[in-house]
């Protein structure tokens, strides 16, 4: 999904500027599935629990939650 003129949004949220991973371009989102996938990798072999916060205000994000429950 590409979305023309569209701008990256935390919503002011406090932590989401040094926390985040922004879905906007295809090359981003592979950047982003690295990153998941890397956190659970250390997660995993750390036996400790990994929460993950997603903001969004449409379909994205439930489309993003659902991969990830999925496994990616």
């Known amino acids: 999904m ?33 990153a998941l996938r890397a956190a659970f990798r250390l997660a995993r072999a750390q036996q400790d629990a990994l929460s993950i916060a997603i903001m969004s205000r ?4 439930v489309e993003l939650a659902t991969e990830i429950r999925d496994g990616m």
């Open 2 to 34: 590409l979305a023309l003129g569209s701008e990256e949004n935390d919503f002011g949220t406090p932590g989401a500027r040094e926390h985040r991973l922004f879905l906007t371009l295809a090359a981003g989102d592979e950047a982003s599935r690295g």
């Open 58 to 61: 449409g379909a994205t994000g």
